[in-house]
């Protein structure tokens, strides 16, 4: 297993455009979370699964956003009509269960430039 | 006020100083992790901690749990330490990780 893997590692886009990022969890973890982390800034929650379940999201999950996971693997996070405002590292971890004997896993992140 | 404070914001420090960050929180907590984030920024997690202390290497973390306060030492600090150390805390009602804004190290030769 290659740990969690985010695709794109950086995307750079017009304003306005639509983008969308993956993650890959590893295999046997069952949650998956989204979060954000705006320069100098620690990461914020966005949204995390359970399996295939959207379990929460955050206020900072406008709706220009969307995340899902399908089949309870992979999880893609799209960004509709994006904005300057949306220029950020977006990170993926996941756990089995809850992470509270095993922890989180990230992944390297996908460092989006919205111009 | 943020749930998860650190201190230092940023650190220097020459080859082989004992190098201490803090990080304090305010939330009842289930577990805190130390993080450490490379400029290519990949997350690797360091420790997770419920009680105590843990030691991995040159790398130590505490916890005093009535305090709500935990610190990172790390000792005979190498260039290579150099990153940005991020506490993280999972409270007792959210699954979710509550993240302090990190602090960015430099260890000089």
């Known amino acids: 297993d290659t740990g969690v893997s985010q695709d794109p590692r950086h995307k750079i886009t017009k304003r306005g455009q639509n983008v969308t990022f993956r993650c890959d969890p590893i295999s046997e973890h069952n949650r998956l979370y989204w979060y954000r982390q705006t320069l100098g800034q620690g990461p914020e929650f966005l949204t995390y699964f359970q399996n295939e379940a959207q379990l929460e999201k955050s206020r900072l999950l406008s709706d220009r956003f969307s995340a899902e996971r399908p089949k309870g693997s992979f999880s893609t996070l799209e960004i509709q009509r994006t904005e300057q405002g949306d220029s950020a590292m977006y990170l993926c971890a996941s756990s089995l269960d809850k992470g509270q004997i095993y922890g989180y896993t990230f992944g390297s992140g996908t460092r989006l430039t919205v111009v | 006020k943020n749930e998860v404070e650190q201190s230092p914001q940023n650190l220097t420090a020459q080859e082989g100083e004992f190098i201490t960050i803090n990080c304090s929180y305010s939330?009842?907590?289930?577990?805190l992790h130390w993080l450490q984030q490379h400029p290519g920024g990949g997350i690797v997690s360091l420790f997770m901690l419920s009680s105590g202390k843990k030691k991995h290497g040159r790398l130590i973390a505490t916890i005093n749990i009535q305090e709500k306060h935990s610190s990172l030492h790390i000792t005979a600090s190498h260039p290579r330490d150099s990153a940005v150390y991020i506490c993280a805390v999972r409270s007792y009602n959210t699954d979710k990780l509550i993240f302090g804004t990190g602090t960015r190290l430099q260890v000089f030769p």
């Open positions: 939330v009842g907590i289930s577990a």
